[in-house]
């Protein structure tokens, strides 16, 4: 059995890495280390990069469409992983999920209708209601024993009137796994509302053990659910996604609007990569969800011997944990300041997951080489004190 080295440390800058090369635009200044967006810095898996070097032998690139192959691997992996008995005809290729979402509000919704969203949550499920001139409607969580919770008192009080429910799935920021439950809940009270719910689920794969994702396509048909192997596999670059429903008026009008916008077509590479990645990924995904379960673990300890102050939520699934650092009195401006400038680390500041409610809140990006993290936790343990 072949073991991968998570421990690799790749040089990423020069290479239109948006999280690397875009330090300066975004952060005003290049000698940061970048924890901020949501890929990782371990190699891309090697039976991905072979099966892209494989069509690339064949030297004409022309308009392409997905194999067979690609269609048994993707129906495969649903079902072993998720129990999604899909067919063919059940599932949709999307050229990444952000645009999936934007399609669903413009198929699916009008102007001026109300969209809800749990806050903090993933920020273009913020931006993109209120971009295309639907109105956002907000439901705070709660932060309950170091995990966050749905406040389902106030959840279904703001889900009056709503057309649409956008839910992370597993959530994001901070890898919270919902469980059937929670989503059984979520799926009573919007069936009741006759809201659509749209389930992101591209942190499904990385869902760390002993955790279990539960799809929310297992618990109601009335949703769509969107899936990808780019976080898993990190191969987010090839915009390769797919979107699954199991209801079929929703699924013929969803598909129908989507055909008739040309979007089906992915490039070679997304075909090619998925399928290799589906077939082929099961030994390199326990491999790094065990290094990333490795990093959680040193993510906890490190706080609770060096920074105690620090309120985190650590993930349950993904490489992203949220931390509150709130106790230490400063102002945001000023703690932004100090992890740019002095601890010279790229965080995702907390305001851009739900305004205001969330200054003095980050979001640490965990995939990485263990070394990387340790060396930015011992800088920011030292801005601080």
Known sequence: MKQYNFDETIERKGTDCFKWDALQAMYGREDLTPMWVADMDFRSPDFVMEAIRKRCAHEVLGYTMPSEGY??????????????????????????????????????TQPGDRILVTTPVYPPFLNLPKDSGRTLVCSPLKIVNGRFQ?????????????????????????????????????????????????????????????????????????????????????????????????????????????????????????????????????????????????????????????????????PEASYLAWLDFNDYGLTHDQLKNKLINEAKVALNDGTTFGGDAYKNCFRLNLGCPRTQLLDVLERIKSCLQ
């Open 71 to 108: 269609w048994q691997a993707v129906t495969a992996w649903l079902d072993k992983h998720y129990n999604i008995k899909a067919s063919k005809s059940d599932l949709h290729f999307i050229p990444g999920i952000v645009a999936g979402i934007a399609y669903a509000l413009l198929c699916l």
């Open 150 to 314: 749905i406040d389902f008192e106030d959840f279904e009080r703001r889900i009056e009137g709503c057309k649409m429910f956008i839910m992370s799935n597993p959530h994001n920021p901070a890898g919270t796994v919902w469980g059937t439950e929670i989503l059984k809940k979520i799926a009573d009270i919007c069936e009741r509302h006759n809201v659509i719910v749209i389930s992101d689920e591209i942190h499904a794969d990385l869902t760390l053990p002993p955790h279990r994702h539960v799809s929310y396509s297992t618990v109601s048909s009335k949703g769509i659910t969107f899936m990808a192997p780019s976080k898993t596999f990190n191969i987010a670059g090839l915009g390769s996604s797919v979107c699954y429903i199991a209801n079929e008026t929703l699924r013929k009008r969803f598909f129908g609007w989507l055909d008739a916008l040309g979007v089906a077509g992915g490039n070679i590479f997304a075909f090619t990569a998925a399928e290799a990645a589906f077939a082929n990924g099961e030994e390199w995904l326990r491999q790094m969800l065990d290094y990333l379960s490795g990093n959680v673990l040193t993510l906890a300890e490190f706080l609770k011997r060096n920074m105690p102050k620090v309120k985190a939520v650590l």
